[in-house]
Structure formats: C-alpha cells, structure tokens
C-alpha cells in the first residue's frame, strides 16, 4: 500500500528541529557531515503521539491528491492493517446532533462557528467569531460548565445570561473558580451566578499567595466533544466583546492532552483548601471586605485578615511535617526552625502549637518569648487568628503583666526581671523562643537552662551569631529540624526575586593548594588583593547590569579583612562610596557603615563572612561574589542578605565572579542548592537554561563562565572509582556521615556512582585494614567467594530508605548474632524478618529456611555494621512522621509515608513466602494479597522529565492531598471479581494500599522504593477496561509526594 511520502519537505539548515528520522531525512543527514548532528531516542510514552502525528500529516498530504472514493478505500486499508472493525461508509458523512423526540423540554443546540474537532486562535478581530457569541453556542451543548477567572463582573456575565438560565432549567452543573485579585470582582455577578444560575462557586481570597491570574472555560459533552477556551478573557464586556483579547479554543480531539491537563488542574484547584465555597447567605460581608482590601491603594496583607481559617501553604506543610518527624520518629523535642525573616515562622510556630494541641486532646501551656514587643504584639495576634480565638494569651512587657499564666508572650527581660525562681520549669508545655541566635546571651541561656517544657522550638532567620557560635551546634547537636528552602520561599512569593549573573573574571585559581575541602584563604586573598584588572573587571560589569551604582544598596563578599579593604579603596577611587566590615569591626563601625548604606551614603559595603543579624538589611538590592563558594549552606546565606522584600526594591542583583577553579572545586554543589535539581540535569540546564525558575528569577552565565561550570560538573558527572577513592583518603574520615558532611557529597555517590559499598571504598583508600573473621575466611578459600562478599556489600543500597525507627530497630537486632531463631520471633518481628530476607533476596535466593539466609548475613561483620549505620542515617534524615495502618492491618508493620522496596510490600503482606513455595518477585502494578485480605497497588508516576512535553496523557495523578486518580490494568472491568472488589471494598471486607514513586528509576538510571500513602476508600469511578477510579487516602499524602503526583496537574 502505497500512502505517499512527506519527502521531509523543509530545509536542513543550521537551527533546531524535532524531526522523525526516517530513511529518506537519514540519507540527507549523512551528506552534511560538517554539522554536528545531534539525534536521541523518543521516550516510550511519547512515541505513540508522535509516530500517529508524523503519519497524520503524510496521511492528509496523500489524500489531497486523491478522489474521495479513493480516500475511502485508502482509509479503510489503514483501518483494517492496525486491527480496527469500523469501515469508514462511502459519502463521506459525519453526525452533527442527536435529540430526544420525547423529551418534554427540549435543548436546543447551537453549533460553535469554530468545529468541535478543531483548535483555533480568536482574537476579536472583525474576521474571527466574536467570543460571547462563541461560549454562548457552546454553553447550548454542554453538559458539564468549569469556568476559572481571575475576576468577574456583571456587564460580562448578563451577555451570557439567558444561556445560563437554560443550563440551571436543565440541571446542568456549572463550577466557578475566582479570586479576589485586584478587587475587580463584583459581588453582584457572583451571587447572581449562585442565585440565579445555580452555579457552585469557590473564591480564592488569599491572591497575594497563588497569584492566580488565569481565564478559561471549558465545556464537558458527554459526546466526547469537549471543548476549551484559554487566554486573555476575564468576565466582563469588553473581554468578551471588542477589547484586544486573544483566546485560544481547545478541542478533545484536535488537543486531548491538553483538555486533560485543563479538567486534572481544575479539579486540583477545585480541591484546594485555599478555595472556598461562597454562599451568598453566609459568606456577602467577608467577600466584601476582601475585594475592598484588595483594591485599595495599600491593601492589606495579613495572614487571616480575610476571617477565613488560616490554613499552612505548602511549603509549611512540608516543614510541619519535618516537626512532627523529628518528634515521633526520632523523639527529639527541642528542635530549631530556620527561615528567613518575613516568611511566616510564627504563622508556622503558631499552626504547629495547634497540631500540638489537637494531638493531646487539650489546650496546652504555652510562653512565647521574644526580645521586643513589636515582635510580642505581632505574634500574639498571629496565634489568635491561627487558633480562632480572639482573646487567647497575655503579654507580660512594658508593665503588662499576665492574670492566668496559662499562654504568655513574655519579653525576655521582663522574665528576667520577675526571677526565673517563681516560674515552676514544668509551667509551659510549649515553649517558643523567636529570634533563637540570640539564645547564647545570658538571660536567654539561663531560660533555656531553667525551663523544662515538652516541647521546645526556636526560630531564627540564622543560627549562625556574630561571634561564630552556631546555636544549631550549642542546644540542637547541630540539628536543624525544618528549614524554608530558597526555592519555596522565591515560589510562595516571600522573598524578592533575584536576576543571578555568572561572570569570568579571568583568575586562574588552579595552582592555589586545597586544604580540606576548600582553598588555603591565605593564598586566595594574596591572589585577589590588589588585582586591579579584575577589580576593574567586577567594576565595570556592576555599571553595566546595575541601572545606577549611585543608586544601589549593594553588599560584597570577601575572602578576607585584606581583600575587603582593597576592594572598598578601588570602588571609592572610582567614584563608588564603599566601606569594609568584618567579625574584628566594632558594633559601632557595622551599625554606623550599615545606617550609611541604608541612606546611600554607602553604595556598598565589603564583608568577610557575616551572616548574621548585623548584616540585617532588607534594602539591599545587590550581592557581589567576590570569593569562590561551593558550600550551599554559606552561598544560600549570602544570597540571603538580599532577598528581603522592601518598599523600592524589586529584584535582588548578583553577580558571581568565576574564575578557572581547582579539580577539586564543585559548582555542582551550590548551582543545586539554588536550583533545586538533581545533579545529573546540571549540564543541560546550565548549558540551556534553567526551566521553572520561580516567578521574576534569571540565571545567567556569560560563555567563560558557563564553560567553566560546565566543564566542573562534567567531572564531577564521571566520578569514579579511583578518584572516589583518592579523594576519601585525602579525607581521612571513615564514618561515612562526616565524610558526607566534610565534602559535600551525596550518599549516592557512594553507592550509586560505583557499584560499591562504603566499607570496601575505605578499604581500598588504606583507612580500614582488618576484616571480619568470615572475610579472612572468604580470603584463604579463594577470589569467588570473596567476590560473593562484595556483592552482598553492594547491597547496602537497598536499605538506604529504611525511614522509619521501628523497622530499622527491628532490622538491626534481627542482624545480631544472638537474635532468636525465626520459629521463636514474636508474629510482628517474624514478618520483619521476612521483610529484612526478601529485600535481600525477592526469590528467595535459594536458601530453604529464613534462618539460613539471616545467618548468612550475620556472618559479615562489616556487612551488618554498614547496614545498621545505613538504618541510622535513613531514620534520622526522615522527613515524614510514619504512622501505623488502621484497624485491619495494625498487625501488619508498614507505615503510611514510610518507603519500601515492592519485595517489603509484598512480604509484609504475605504475598509469597517459603512456606507458600511462593516468592515476591512480582513485578505487575497490582498484587492481590489474599493472606492479608489486601490489594496492594504500586503506582509509578514515569514522568518523562528530561522533556517537557504537553502531548502527554497521564492515568494516574494527585487530584489532591487526599484525592487520587488511579487508572485499573486494562483487563479490569466493574463487573469483574477484581474490579467487584476494588468498587465494593466494603462489601469485600478487603483493604486497599496505594504506593507511589516519582519514576522506575532514578536519574542516576537505578531503581526506587515506593513511598506508602496509606489505605483508601473508594470515591468514584467511570469506564471499564481499564476502570479509572478517584481514590480517597486515609491520611493526607506528604507534601513532597503530592507536588510530585500533582505536576501533572499543574
């Protein structure tokens, strides 16, 4: 059959292309051999669209040429070589409408000027349909209404009025989603809309947060026929009529993936707690307030001023559940929380004394202490609209003293004034310290000392202090429970954005020695000091990104007192008024050089390492990168000290000077830090460009100094063994947590770049010489066993998840050589057992008992000493509080929010085992487990995200923190036992686990756990074969997983 050929018509020129190479474009690449060529595979997913894609428009090329009695025949041969029963009839013809003769009120349908089967763009232009009389016809043929606009009004909505009438006459339903952005709303059209069209709708009043300014309808038909329009069009008349708006129609069948990503996030957002259900009965006078506040001059922007429910954002969610983790799963309760200041830490202290509250089934004891009362009165405030509760606390400052003592928000002198001896240690359940870097002075250390409360919580923008001491180090074995990550911060809108520039600044810094980790300071300064071509360089590269430097707040970084003073002398001499601090200035000299700058008296000032509160400026609007800096913590910090929000500033300016850097060197470290990437996307992005920064951010780098970076994390992509191991020996460290720490590697590094364990890569660097009796003994017999050894060391990598404190307890006294035989475990520790064997072995690896395969383990000392530091680490860095399964499966030890190996699942669940004869190697989506009456289903996300690609339909996806949409394996129907049981668990007494991961494999190309989100209900379902159903969890699912599953959406 011969159905022509595109002839790849298009000129093969210098430029980018997404061509399928087929033989006829293969033989005209191969006579360009002086273009460098670049070709990769089409991800599987993507294939199918892509292929139908090519041979569609070859299809339509062909049929152009071609009778349409002989496009009929070609048709129905294509039809009937892919399997397809349904011949296309001679004419041809195609259905427009069908209607009930018998219905008593008849619809009556308009047909949209633009197909139902097309995409089109519609601009108001005399040419184009006018919009209004659009969504007018297709609101007659709808079945289903979403409308999601960021503002509504009634000369907009009366020109679609009588269509509305006609839908609420016939009980169609219509769903709105608005906001209160800009106070452009009138409440009018939105209780018309419920009143009168009987439309539910759901108003986001918090706009400073989710910035919603999106316009789109879309019109379900249970014909198939759905339609969209997304673009520039709010609800008003001159939107829908004249005004020079541009809007783009979608259709289910000329865009379906698209049309899916449209329904899946307006449900999402349809879910979203932040969008609240309006009754115009109920809810007129707060919708009032908030589009006044909205629209005035200076609105206001306090938490809770709108009367709604303060509910935590995503991002402090997420550090909620980093809290609640360190509390139960590690049973640490001092614990610090670092963030920016004016990010919300006592929006978040306030929400978690709640959660405190709620979990103890009564209202704790709380003092709230800070060192002004600007802070006491701001708090206190904070806490009542968090808890609702307007006369909730007392203050104890400036004369107020509390009556009850039951929630005080008490300034630390004046507790220190009352005397620490009348306040019993155990008088507050909760204690709140702000500001908690300034716990080393001593009216705060002798407070801390004196108090014994359940629960303690500092908060600080920095735990570093002036003098270098780390509160982090001193009250919290340097632990730092939840910390608001740039990212999040940029993205909630908290901070300002930057616009980072990486400039060379031509310094060959590759003969400087490197001591530690880090370059001698001595030598680095020597370099830099006193270079007057790169001080000129820097000088000339501010003016030139910087509107005006005689404008400009800007704070520099210096490698040391020396550096700093030369750089401020040559931005004086150039007519830049500067000056230098470091730790050896007076607070006199940093207080008067920071007002100076504050007032651009100073453009600019030149510090050594200062973090902390003395470099408190929220006006500063440039950073200087003077020094290189491959820590993230240190890089994040200076970023810091510009991305406070002030009146005047828009965006933070950096420039980072790059010079050709040591082997050694990692840019990988901090460029991760701030874009929040796994190492291995490095090379496109910095090569390409940074996709999805947040709202307003840039990241630059001129041709130096992107091949620069380029070529650094390059290296550190081809890491291998040997200079693994050369670099741990250089080290000298062989607890695997300190070398981590020291040198900024990942744990992946050690288990994933080589193949290898942590014990046999000291070994090979000479730090361990010794080996376990069993390891002497593998030696002497010969090379395959001890061969067998390393592969069973290997292994380690499959126990790095373990995240949860009672299965790493029980792994680790299981690995013990004196642990009981498996016929004498306690039922719970048996299954363990099971768990511990078959993540070792999923078939059972031939051994005929449990015990044999355990003891097999045990006889490696080393083995077994690097699993349980492995346990260790897993627990310990656990970002979420596991929790035991309900009533039917408590027995059973899996953790909602734990993760787990498919092996663990299933053993755990008594899919296999060698009593059944039975292993669990099973490899399927879903594994119904009859022993534990349970269905247990695996469900991998395999977003292909080397790409992004909108053609993508996704089956499975986060509607919600608590709603999922899972599709069933394709054999599935309603109606049969598996379906039966998935749709009527009830009935069925039968359980249902939903596990999730992100993709089949890492970045790094190795497989990962799943993580348990727990036991679901059934919410509905709609199809067959496969049966696609929206489960409702338990327990709401991590932050991280749902931002995960919910991109799709979003």
Not at 274 to 281: K, L, Q, R, S
Not at 678 to 701: A, N, T, V
Not at 838 to 854: A, E, I, S
Not at 976 to 987: A, F, I, M, W
Request: glycine letters at 6%; one cysteine or more.
């Amino acid at each position: 059959m011969d159905i022509g050929n595109d002839q790849n018509a298009f000129v093969l020129g210098e430029g980018i292309f997404e061509s399928l190479i087929t033989d006829h474009l293969a033989g005209r690449l191969q006579s360009l051999s002086d273009y460098k060529q670049t070709v990769e595979s089409i991800f599987p997913k993507n294939a199918p669209g892509e292929l139908a894609s090519y041979l569609g428009r070859v299809i339509e090329q062909r049929f152009g040429a071609l009778q349409p009695d002989q496009m009929i025949d070609l048709s129905n041969q294509i039809l009937d070589m892919v399997g397809h029963s349904e011949d296309v009839l001679p004419g041809p013809q195609k259905l427009l409408e069908l209607q009930r003769d018998d219905a008593i009120r008849v619809r009556s349908f308009k047909r949209p000027q633009t197909s139902l089967s097309a995409a089109a763009l519609l601009t108001n232009s005399r040419e184009d349909p006018q919009l209004a009389v659009e969504l007018r016809a297709e609101l007659s043929s709808a079945d289903r209404v979403d409308l999601l606009c960021a503002f509504i009004k009634w000369e907009g909505l009366r020109l679609l009025s009588e269509s509305l009438a006609t839908l609420k006459d016939h009980g169609i339903p219509i769903r709105v989603l608005t906001t209160t952005y800009m106070g452009a709303t009138q409440r009018h059209a939105i209780d018309e809309l419920v009143r009168r069209f009987g439309a539910e709708v759901r108003i986001n009043y918090e706009t400073n947060a989710t910035r919603l300014h999106a316009k789109a309808w879309m019109f379900h038909r249970n014909s198939g026929f759905d339609t969209a329009y997304v673009g520039s069009s709010n609800l008003s008349r001159p939107a829908l009529l004249d005004g020079l708006e541009w809007n783009v129609r979608l259709s289910g069948v000329a865009t379906p993936s698209l049309l899916q990503k449209f329904s899946m996030t307006f449900d999402s957002y349809w879910e979203d707690d932040a969008f609240v259900p309006y009754d115009p009965d109920t809810d007129a006078e707060r919708l009032d307030a908030a589009l006044k506040r909205a629209g005035g001059t200076t609105a206001e922007r306090m938490l809770g001023s709108t009367g709604l429910e303060v509910l935590p954002l995503l991002h402090q969610k997420e550090m909620l559940e980093e809290l609640e983790a360190a509390r139960t799963n590690r049973n640490e309760h001092r614990n610090l929380v670092v963030a920016a200041t004016g990010t919300g830490k006592t929006v978040l202290a306030a929400l978690d004394y709640k959660r405190l509250c709620e979990a103890a089934g009564r209202e704790l004891t709380l003092l709230f202490v800070a060192h002004r009362k600007e802070i006491l009165d701001q708090s206190l405030k904070t806490y009542r609209r968090v808890l609702g509760k307007g006369s909730f606390g007392e203050m104890f400052v400036d004369g107020q003293k509390p009556k009850v003592w039951k929630h005080v928000f008490a300034s630390i002198q004046s507790l220190a004034a009352f005397g620490l001896s009348k306040i019993d240690p155990q008088a507050f359940d909760v204690v709140v310290i702000d500001e908690f870097h300034h716990a080393e002075a001593s009216s705060y250390r002798k407070l801390i000392e004196h108090l014994k409360p359940i629960e303690l919580l500092g908060l600080t923008a920095t735990p570093e202090r002036g003098d270098g001491v780390n509160v982090a180090d001193t009250y919290f074995g340097g632990r730092i429970a939840a910390e608001l990550r740039l990212w999040d911060a940029l993205d909630a809108d908290l901070l300002v954005p930057f616009h980072y520039f990486g400039v060379a600044d031509d310094v060959d810094l590759t003969s400087i020695e490197w001591k530690r980790g880090s370059y001698d300071l001595e030598q680095l300064s020597n370099v830099y000091t006193g270079n007057d071509m790169r001080a000129l360089k820097i000088i000339n590269e501010l003016r030139d990104k910087v509107l005006s430097t005689s404008m400009m707040r800007a704070l520099g970084f210096c490698v040391s007192v020396q550096h700093a003073q030369y750089m401020a002398k040559v931005f004086n001499e150039a007519g830049i008024p500067s000056a230098a601090i470091s730790g050896n200035s007076s607070t006199e000299e940093r207080e008067g050089a920071l007002a100076k700058l504050r007032a651009r008296e100073l453009n600019c000032i030149f510090a050594v390492d200062l973090f902390n509160e003395g470099l408190d400026v929220p006006e500063i609007d440039t950073i200087l990168l003077l020094r290189p800096t491959q820590s993230s913590t240190v890089f994040l910090q200076q970023l810091g000290r510009g991305l406070r929000r002030a009146d005047d500033k828009a965006v933070l300016t950096v420039l980072d000077f790059i010079g050709q850097q040591r082997r050694e060197f990692r840019f990988d470290v901090k460029y991760r830090a701030l874009l929040d990437v796994p190492r291995k996307k490095l090379e496109r992005i910095i090569d390409d460009g940074p996709p999805g920064l947040p709202s307003g951010c840039q990241l630059m780098l001129d041709r130096v100094a992107r091949t620069i970076v380029l070529e650094n994390i390059r290296s550190q992509l081809k890491l291998n063994k040997p200079a693994l191991v050369n670099e741990i020996k250089s080290h000298g460290l062989t607890a695997l947590d300190d070398y981590l720490d020291e040198s900024g590697r990942d744990v992946k590094d050690i288990y994933r770049k080589t193949g290898d364990s942590w014990t046999e890569l000291i070994r090979r660097a000479g730090l361990i010489s010794s080996r376990s009796p069993w390891e002497e003994e593998l030696k002497r017999i010969g090379d395959d066993q001890l061969n067998e050894e390393r592969e069973l060391l290997k292994r380690v990598t499959r126990f790095l998840h373990v995240d949860d404190a009672e299965r790493a307890d029980a792994y680790s006294a299981l690995l013990s050589t004196s642990a009981p035989r498996y016929a004498e475990l306690e039922p719970r520790v048996r299954i363990f057992a099971r768990m511990l064997f078959y993540t070792f072995w999923d078939n059972g690896g031939g051994f005929v008992t449990y015990d044999q395969g355990l003891d097999y383990i045990r006889a490696n000392g080393y083995l077994v000493e690097e699993l349980r530091a492995a346990f260790t680490r897993g627990v310990d860095r656990g970002a979420h509080a596991p929790r035991r399964l309900p009533l039917g499966l408590q027995q059973i030890p899996l953790y909602s929010h734990s993760t787990y190996w498919r092996s663990e699942v299933l053993a755990a669940l008594e899919y296999g085992s060698l009593e059944l004869g039975k292993g669990v190697n099973h490899r399927e989506g879903v594994a119904w487990c009859p022993q534990s009456n349970t269905d247990a289903l695996f469900v991998t996300l395999d977003k292909d995200e080397s790409v992004h690609n909108p053609n993508t339909l996704y089956k499975d996806y986060a509607i919600s923190p608590q709603l999922f949409h899972w599709e069933s394996q394709n054999a599935t129907s309603p109606t049969s036992p598996t379906g039966k049981r998935y749709l009527n668990r009830k009935e069925h007494a039968s359980h249902i686990l939903l596990f999730t991961r992100d993709a089949a494999r890492d970045i790094d190309g190795l497989v990962l756990p799943f993580t348990c989100l727990g036991t679901v209900d059934y919410v509905k379902h709609e199809g067959s074969k496969p049966i696609a159903i929206t489960w409702k969890l338990h327990r709401e699912m991590p932050v991280n997983v749902f931002t995960s599953a919910n991109a799709v959406a979003r």
